[in-house]
């Protein structure tokens, strides 16, 4: 599976992003995927995941209310809407996809394939 991230840049404090991730190659009957982030000097951690289904979402509790998670209606590309960006976001962004239900990756943290990563914001 390839996973290629866009939308990365610069956006001041307060402001929104939106980043997106096309996926290819491999199917599966069950997924998800969803997005996590490393900030400078940190480990990576989880930010939102979604069911292939577009059924069920899940959030870190630092991003609830700001940033939603959703993908298309060909179940290929998923995106991440971030609003009232503040510094503390400021981090690479990778996408991420799990063969199996989207609880498994709010859960473990995990998942079978990752993105290269783009810088999601760098607020000023």
């Known amino acids: 599976v390839q996973l290629v991230e866009s939308g990365g840049g610069l956006v001041q404090a307060g402001g929104s992003l939106t980043l997106s991730c096309a996926a290819s190659?491999?199917?599966?009957?069950?997924?998800?995927m969803g997005w996590f982030r490393q900030a400078p000097g940190k480990e990576r951690e989880f930010v939102a995941a979604?069911?292939?289904?577009?059924?069920?979402?899940y959030y870190e509790d630092s991003v609830k209310g700001r940033f939603t998670i959703s993908i298309d209606n060909a179940k290929t590309t998923v995106y991440l809407q971030m609003n009232s960006l503040n510094p503390e976001d400021t981090a690479v962004y990778y996408c991420?996809?799990?063969?199996?239900?989207?609880?498994?990756?709010?859960?473990?943290?995990?998942?079978?394939?990752w993105g290269q990563g783009t810088q999601g914001t760098d607020s000023a």
């Open positions: 991420a996809l799990l063969e199996g239900a989207a609880q498994r990756m709010h859960i473990t943290r995990g998942a079978d394939g």
């Open positions: 190659g491999r199917t599966f009957d069950t997924y998800a």
């Open positions: 979604i069911s292939g289904s577009n059924i069920v979402r």
